[in-house]
């Protein structure tokens, strides 16, 4: 099959769409150098942050267990509680820092993810669907694309968010991205969701 491409340039890092022998590639190079050594630097004070989180819970478990201490423990609890989210706000600022690739291969049945720390080797299930949502944030719209496998709950990232403007705008840009994929990729099903079509209009704002 012909390679077909598609940049997606309305946004701070452009994104880039390959289609080619049944396999969809989609690429984001590393940000900007400026956000670059912003992104960087709370990376890096995050990894700080984890590591030394990691010394008080092992401490903290360590007493609780020696000296059957309850209070220790309930420390240990709250500090692993505040552990989990900043070890997931770590993994989405490094995303934003490294270069960010897809490959979704339908003859090997294959998703293929690497970003920065992110890496991912997942086998495609056979009702598997590119779901396209809308994003909204300080009052712009955008959109993301995830990997649904089966009717499991979790999804994989596709297309990594980004804000575009209008409601309207974000959406025609999810609608090319959708006859783009399903054009270059027959097999491969993609829906757009949560859009709420009926009540989208050029020219007019939607407040979340």
Not at 132 to 159: D, E, M, Q, T
Request: hydrophobic fraction near 50%; glycine fraction near 6%.
């Amino acid at each position: 099959m012909e390679e077909q491409l598609l940049l997606l340039s309305g946004r701070r890092a452009p994104v880039t769409l390959v289609t080619e022998n049944n396999a969809l590639v989609v690429m984001r190079r590393s940000a900007p150098a400026v956000q670059a050594f912003l992104f960087a630097s709370c990376t890096l004070f995050s990894i700080g942050l984890l590591y030394f989180g990691l010394v008080a819970i092992w401490i903290m478990l360590k007493v609780a267990v020696a000296e059957t201490s309850l209070l220790a423990f309930v420390v240990c609890i709250v500090l692993l509680a505040a552990w989990i989210p900043g070890g997931y706000a770590c993994l989405s600022v490094q995303g934003l820092l490294f270069p960010f690739m897809v490959r979704i291969d339908m003859r090997r049945h294959l998703y293929l993810l690497k970003n920065g720390f992110k890496v991912a080797r997942l086998s495609l299930a056979t009702e598997t669907t590119i779901s396209i949502v809308p994003v909204y944030s300080r009052g712009a719209w955008g959109y993301a694309a995830n990997l649904k496998r089966g009717r499991r709950g979790f999804s994989w990232p596709i297309i990594p968010s980004a804000i575009i403007g209008t409601k309207y705008d974000a959406f025609l840009e999810a609608e090319s991205v959708k006859q783009f994929i399903e054009n270059g990729m027959p097999a491969l099903r993609v829906s757009l969701d949560q859009w709420d079509t009926a009540k989208i209009r050029p020219k007019v704002e939607y407040i979340r």
